[in-house]
Structure formats: structure tokens, C-alpha cells
């Protein structure tokens, strides 16, 4: 049976929902995303998710879809049409298509944003076998644009990252520039060493993760020592103990940076009980 899918104000047979082939998110990746994990059919962090995207939307002086206001309802109805317990809703909206290919970001007046949505069914999300026993990262060079802090859909290095990560037998790759980690392919990139928590700092270089606030929060809150501060390759390999975080992958241990094994090769301390203390707290308040 095939997915309910929204489209534009219509609810659709995933085979029914079309655009145009003028779209500019098609032509251009002119065009923003989010998206919202689902636990027991609730939605984790829908508010912090709802407020970047607008926050995209504003930086690229792209309009609001019509609907806007009724993200949360459109995002609850396909979930239920679905029968989502556990999985994703993927969210974007580009700047629409104008009826031909230009540079020229069109007259907001003469077009109207395409804001399409659907649902990803995910089993087990929470308990994801890579949770147990962590992942594997490689370093490749930072070759993206420089405003990383919005969430558009020009997703193609980071595929190439990922394919990386898979030719060298490992899992995800962690990007580099002058020297520094920015981020991983699709997360936020720690370290900890000595039990301290170190992640870059938020600018334009890195995604500002609505799950790596949390996370930071929860940290902070459990009394764990937090630097938000740039940290390289070599630091990562001498760590305790590293992971990730994102809103499909929670917190997602990392055991293995570069071929060097993080302290005895399997998740550590911290990075399981931040991955519990996310799950319960987000789960108390999911929507």
C-alpha cells in the first residue's frame, strides 16, 4: 500500500503527488528541509524544528508556505494516515517554480512556495543496533558552501561523504576545514576526554542541531562539563570516547575514528547515558 503523502494543501497516493519540472528546488536546490523523528506515533522536538525552518526560510528571503501555521496538524495527520509509530516526516518547501529556469530568485508575487510532506516508517528507531555497538568515521575535506547554518537541500557532498565512508568499510565521515572538524555528513560532531563534552561552537560553519541543544541541555543539567569549541582529527583520535547526534540517529556513539579505536572499542560512558537521559526526556514531552 502506498504512503499518504501532502502536497501542496492535498493529501495524496504518493503516486499522485507531482511538481514541476521548473521547480527550483529540481533546478536549483533552491529549497529548505526538516526533519521530525516519531516515538510511540508522537512527534520529538516538533517546536524546535518548526522555528529553523523559519529560520531558513527568513535567510534565504524565501516566503512562508500558506500552511505554515498548520505544520503541526499536517504533520500529526500523516503520521496517523500512515500508521507511523516509529519513524520520520520529512518536511521541505522551495521557492516554487516561476514557469522557466533563471538565476534570478523570481518576483515573491508571482510565485508560490511548493511545501511538500511524507513519512518515513522506522521500526525500532530507539533502538538502533548501531546505538549498541557505535560507529565508524572517516575524515574527508569541508568542500561546501559557507552557510551551512541553514538547512537547504544541497545534500550532495554529504551523499558523496557518506559513499566515502562505505568504500573505506566505515560508517559516516566527519568533514574537516583549516584543520578542524565542522560536522558529520548528516549531525553534530563531540569528543569527550576526561569527561568533558567538547563540540564546535555554533556560526555559519555547522547545522544548528535542534537535537544537539537538547542534548547540551540535558548535559548541562546532569552536571557534565561542556566546551563548545573546535577540536581536529588527531584530538579525536586521542578522545575517551566520541558520537553524534541528530534528529533520525538520537545520540549515536562513535568507536572508531580514522582506523584509531576510541578507548576499548565500544560505546562509552557518556554517550549511552545522553542517548538515555534524550529518549526519556524527549519522550515525555513529544506532541
Given at each position: 500500500m502506498?504512503?499518504?503523502v501532502y502536497l501542496n494543501g492535498e493529501y495524496l497516493p504518493e503516486e499522485e503527488a507531482k511538481i514541476s519540472i521548473?521547480?527550483?528546488?529540481?533546478l536549483m536546490a533552491d529549497g529548505v528541509y526538516e526533519v521530525t523523528s516519531v516515538l510511540d506515533g508522537k512527534l520529538i522536538?516538533?517546536?524546535g524544528h518548526a522555528k529553523r525552518l523559519e529560520r531558513s526560510?527568513?535567510?534565504l528571503g524565501m516566503q512562508k508556505p500558506q500552511a505554515f501555521d498548520d505544520l503541526l496538524e499536517i504533520h500529526r495527520a500523516l503520521v496517523e494516515k500512515n500508521g507511523i509509530e516509529d519513524g520520520l516526516v520529512y518536511l521541505q518547501v522551495s521557492r516554487g517554480s516561476a514557469g522557466d529556469r533563471d538565476f534570478a530568485f523570481p518576483d515573491p508575487e508571482q510565485v508560490k512556495p511548493t511545501l511538500v510532506l511524507f513519512t518515513q516508517n522506522k521500526p525500532g528507531l530507539a533502538d538502533s543496533p548501531a546505538s549498541k555497538t557505535g560507529i565508524k568515521v572517516i575524515s574527508i575535506p569541508d568542500i561546501r558552501w559557507h552557510r551551512r547554518d541553514i538547512k537547504t537541500v544541497q545534500l550532495l557532498y554529504p551523499s558523496m561523504g557518506k559513499m566515502m565512508?562505505?568504500?573505506a568499510g566505515a560508517d559516516d565521515a566527519w568533514m574537516v576545514e583549516d584543520g578542524f572538524v565542522t560536522e558529520g555528513t548528516s549531525n553534530n560532531a563531540y569528543i569527550v576526554k576526561g569527561n568533558k563534552i567538547i563540540?564546535?561552537?555554533l556560526s555559519n560553519d555547522i547545522l544548528h542541531g535542534i537535537t544537539r541543544a537538547a542534548v547540551l541541555r540535558f548535559a548541562r543539567e546532569a552536571q557534565m562539563e561542556v566546551e563548545e569549541r573546535s577540536f581536529t582529527i588527531d584530538?579525536?583520535?586521542k578522545a575517551d570516547e566520541a558520537f553524534v547526534t541528530s534528529a533520525s540517529g538520537f545520540v549515536m556513539p562513535v568507536v572508531e575514528v580514522d582506523g584509531a579505536t576510541l578507548?576499548?572499542?565500544t560505546p562509552g560512558n557518556v554517550a549511552k547515558r545522553l542517548r538515555e537521559i534524550y529518549l526519556d526526556e524527549s519522550r515525555k514531552v513529544a506532541i
Open positions: 502506498s504512503r499518504i521548473f521547480d527550483r528546488s529540481f522536538d516538533f517546536d526560510l527568513n535567510e565512508a562505505k568504500a563540540t564546535r561552537a584530538e579525536a583520535k578507548g576499548d572499542g
